[in-house]
Nanobody
Framework: QVQLVESGGGLVQAGGSLRLSCAAS????????MGWYRQAPGKQRELVAT???????NYADHVEGRFTISRDNAKNTVYLQMNSLKPEDTGVYYC???????????????WGLGTQVTVSS
C-alpha cells in the first residue's frame, strides 16, 4: 500500500500564490508518474498537471504558465507551485501517483484525500 499526504492548501486572494505538497510513503520501488487534479464545486475532477519520472510535464491549458509541477525524488514528494491564482482555480486539489511496488510489478495508481484551495476575488 501507498499513502499520500497532501498539504499547502488554504485561502488566498486573487493574484496570490500557494505551493501544494504531496508526500508518498509505503511500498514504493519506483514512482512512474505523479500529478495533480482538481475538482471545483459541482464539476468533475479535471487534470491540472502531471510529471513523469523522466521529467516530462503536461499542464491543463488554463494553468499553463501560472502553475509549475516539480518533484523531489529523494523525498518521494511532488509539488505544485501555483502563481497568479484566480477565483476559478478554487477547488479541492488531489494528488495522484503511479507506483511500482516491486521491480517487476505493474504500476498502480493511488489518490490522496485532497486539499482545499480557495481563491477570493
Amino acid at each position: 500500500q501507498v499513502q499520500l499526504v497532501e498539504s499547502g492548501g488554504g485561502l488566498v486572494q486573487a493574484g496570490g500564490s500557494l505551493r501544494l505538497s504531496c508526500a508518498a510513503s509505503g511500498s514504493i520501488f519506483s514512482i512512474v508518474a505523479m500529478g495533480w487534479y482538481r475538482q471545483a464545486p459541482g464539476k468533475q475532477r479535471e487534470l491540472v498537471a502531471t510529471r513523469t519520472s523522466g521529467g516530462s510535464t503536461n499542464y491543463a491549458d488554463h494553468v499553463e504558465g501560472r502553475f509549475t509541477i516539480s518533484r523531489d525524488n529523494a523525498k518521494n514528494t511532488v509539488y505544485l507551485q501555483m502563481n497568479s491564482l484566480k477565483p476559478e482555480d478554487t477547488g479541492v486539489y488531489y494528488c495522484t501517483v503511479d507506483v511500482r511496488s516491486t521491480a517487476w510489478g505493474r504500476p498502480r495508481g493511488y489518490w490522496g484525500l485532497g486539499t482545499q484551495v480557495t481563491v477570493s476575488s
